[in-house]
């Protein structure tokens, strides 16, 4: 199960750097990499990520009923989200799909846990 929880942590890692990347290109003008306030961003929620107790019984941060992130941190990343979410799949479809995938399986997984 180790292995499998530091695969999700590295998907969830890689799936927030690249909505905040092509949120900084977007909305920040930036060329490559990303600027100060992203970049502080990015560092933020990879350092969450790891330290996040729920990982086993989670896909992503965004189906986790508990909240780690500090409000003006989380209002950040809902923008990053609510922004990059529907155009990653023009620039980064593999893993869009696959974050979709992953979504339905764990809403599909509670679904069954709360008929039980």
């Known amino acids: 199960m180790a292995d499998n929880t530091a695969l999700k942590r590295l998907h969830e890692k890689q799936m ?8 900084c290109k977007k909305k ?4 490559t990499g990303l ?4 970049a502080a961003l990015a560092a933020y929620a990879q350092a969450r990520s790891d ?5 086993e019984s989670k896909t992503f941060c965004s189906n986790c009923r508990v909240h780690c992130y500090k409000p003006q941190m989380r209002e950040q990343i809902r923008a990053v989200m609510r ?22 399986r764990e809403k599909k997984r509670l679904e ?5």
């Open 83 to 104: 922004f990059a979410g529907p155009r990653m799949i023009f620039h980064h479809p593999v893993a869009a799909i696959r974050h979709a995938i992953e979504i339905k």
């Open 35 to 38: 600027c100060p306030e992203c």
């Open 112 to 116: 069954e846990q709360h008929e039980s």
């Open 51 to 55: 330290r996040c107790p729920f990982m």
């Open 16 to 23: 927030v750097v690249q909505m905040i990347a092509l949120y």
């Open 28 to 31: 920040h003008k930036t060329r």
